[in-house]
Nanobody, 116 residues
Framework: QVRVMESGGGLVQTGGSLRLSCTAS????????MGWYRQAPGKQRELVGV???????KYVDSLKGRFTISRDNAKNTVYLQMNSLKPEDTAVYYC??????????WGQGTQVTVSS
């Protein structure tokens, strides 16, 4: 059984920062990609960014410069540092882990709310 668990969400004021964490545990081997997605109320889930096992990191263009993804491969953990937060960043943030086998695993999500 595989478990992907996010943490670190919460309520923050405009301009503030939050750091999300996500750890994949259980019977998951050789994770290739770990990344973050988000879903705002009434909208589709969208990509935030992903980090490959080798370090290559890609972000959606609109978030470059404010959001940073880092990863601890040994711990199967990925982080999302969010700075200069805006109300439009309010969403449920989901972690995704993709094994080299191609299997994809999702966390339950963590709520981030940015007040104006």
């Amino acid at each position: 059984q595989v478990r992907v668990m996010e943490s670190g969400g919460g309520l923050v004021q405009t301009g503030g920062s939050l750091r999300l964490s996500c750890t994949a545990s259980g019977r998951i081997f050789n994770i290739d990609v770990m990344g973050w997605y988000r879903q705002a109320p009434g909208k589709q889930r969208e990509l935030v960014g992903v980090r490959h096992n080798g370090g290559d990191t890609k972000y959606v263009d609109s978030l470059k410069g404010r959001f940073t993804i880092s990863r601890d491969n040994a711990k199967n953990t990925v982080y999302l540092q969010m700075n200069s937060l805006k109300p439009e960043d309010t969403a449920v943030y989901y972690c995704n882990a993709i094994a080299t086998s191609g299997y994809s695993y999702w966390g339950q999500g963590t709520q981030v709310t940015v007040s104006s």
